[in-house]
Each structure stands twice: as C-alpha cells, then as structure tokens.
C-alpha cells in the first residue's frame, strides 16, 4: 500500500459475523478485532482492539429485529467515528425497518426514514445495502448509498436449471417490478398475486392474475417473514396447474412458525441468501452466499473503482 493511502479495515457485527469472515477472505484482509461487553441489565459496548485511526472501515452487520442489532451497529459506527477513522462505510445486507417507509394510516412512525437519520448521525459516511424493501429509502439518506440487487446471485442460479416453460411470479402487486425486471432478464412470462391482509402478516384473501397451467413457477420476493404470502402462494398456483413452484427471497427473516409453513407447503424449494443467518436448516431451504458481491463492491469503492456492473436491474 502506497505511503499516506488509506487502510481498508473489515468489522463485524455480532449477528453477521459468519458472512463477514467469507467477505473478509474475499477481500483479501483479516476481519477485525472487536470485543464487545456486556453489563448485567444487558446493556452492551464494544470495543476495537486495534487502531482505525486514519482507516477507511466497513462494518458488516444486518439490522433486522430485535432492536440490539440496530444498536450493536450504531454503537460500532459511534465508536469508529471517535477513533478518527477516515471514511465509515455502513454495510447492512439487510436493512431492516425498511417496511415502514411511509405513513399508512394516521400517527404512526415513518421507521426507515428515522434509522436512516440515526445511521447518519452515528457518523455513517456511506452506506451498502441489498435489495431495499422500497427502493425510494435512498433518498432518505444524505450520504452515498450503494444499492446492491440479489438478482447478480439469482439469476445465473435459475439459469442453471434449465426450467422449461418458466414463468417469473410476484407474491403481491408491490413486487411486481421486481417480478418484471426478472422476467426480462429471462426471457419468461410474469403472473402476479393480489392479496388483501386483514392486519400485518395475515392473509385474508388471494386471487391469482395469470395463467400458470403446464408452467414452472418461480415466485421473486426481497424477504420472506412469517412465508405466509409465499405459501400460500404457492399452494394456489399448484391448484391452478403449475408443474413446479419455487421461491427466491433475499433476506430470509423466518419468524414464527415459518420454517413448518415452508415444509408442509407446495414449495419445491426457497431460495434465500446469507444476508440473515438462517435460525435452522430445511431441506427445502437453498442458501446462495452474498459474500462474493459484497468483497467485491466493497473493494471497488475503497479504490474508487465503477461498481455499476452490480446494477443488474
């Protein structure tokens, strides 16, 4: 490293700590030393045993709740700005309190907005983030964000199937998008299901737009939480002739009794990525590993190098 260059340095937060180990090998440096204590009442510190002084550094952690882990990486990017780092990147595979980004009805908070404000004045200088829940959530920042698609890891894992009569399917109209751009890159049809919730997580009713009869289905979501929309999903277009229903979900949260619902279903196979450390293994559960795209974006960014071929759609 040239003299007055500034040093790359790779931190983990607690409950990315595996994925960050495969993107500091990718990357090519050794992860950091962090130690983190905690006091009896379950309040938590950490603490770089190494100098950041002058260092450009990442710290790898997903926010997805409970609020400690939102915490955890705060707490590392306050801790990093008063060790006079030089630049703070923020890397959240997953951004979580994503799915309040707006005001749905009257006196509730707008979440995302106000975790990205906290990134921010922690002391954030850049954040990296994959497959936002709403990609307007950009714009809630004022520091560059890079937002990365899972699509550069899914899609040459479809191709290889080699699925015939393939059609690309969106859980609900909001993925629709997503759906579509999935269906360009591959050439296939898009059906799409509406879906109305009597409360958060509860499916009241679902109808299915399109024709799945004689087709391999692929359903294309950004999370997958409690897997009652993509089950159910799943199920319906069986009945309405599918051959095949799989799943791609980026962020696998798998809360409640997901992981029952993903094994009683018609799903043929989920396929996630290690954005979130799965909570147990499945058989039907395929993890792709986001580690590759990260180390390599990451590495573009502290050499100042084009990182728009990770755009995909």
Known sequence: ????????????CGQSKELAE???????????????????DGEFQPSYEESIRGSRVFIIGSTHPGP??????????DAAKRASARHITAVLPYFGWA?????????????????????EVAGATRIITMDLHADQIQGFFEKPVDHLFASTIFLPYLKSL??????????????????????????SDVVICYKQRAKANVISHMELIGDVTGKNVVLVD?????????????????????????????HPI????????????????????????????????????????????????????????????
């Open 22 to 40: 495969k993107i500091a090998i990718t990357f090519g440096v050794p992860l950091g030393n962090v130690i983190t204590s905690t006091y009896s």
């Open 1 to 12: 490293m040239p003299n007055g260059a500034t040093e790359a340095k790779i931190f983990a």
């Open 222 to 250: 950004d999370m997958v939480d409690t897997a009652g929309t993509l089950t159910k999903a799943a199920d319906l277009m069986m009945e309405k002739g599918a051959l095949s229903v799989r799943a791609i979900c980026t």
């Open 162 to 187: 080699n699925l015939d009569n393939l059609t690309i399917a969106s859980p609900d109209m909001g993925g629709s998008k997503r759906a579509y751009a999935y269906s360009k890159a591959l050439a």
């Open 254 to 313: 798998l809360s409640g009794d997901a992981y029952n619902k993903i094994e009683n279903s018609k799903l043929q196979e989920l396929i996630v990525t290690d954005s979130i450390p799965l909570k147990q293994k499945s058989n039907k559960i395929r993890v792709l590993s986001c580690a590759d795209l990260f180390a390599e974006v990451m590495h573009n960014v502290h050499y100042n190098k084009s990182i728009s071929s990770k755009f995909l759609m």
């Open 68 to 77: 400690e882990n939102l915490m955890e990486m705060l707490l590392m990017i």
């Open 99 to 119: 799915r309040q980004d707006r005001k749905d009805k009257p006196r509730v908070p707008i979440a995302a907005k106000l975790v990205a404000k906290m990134l």
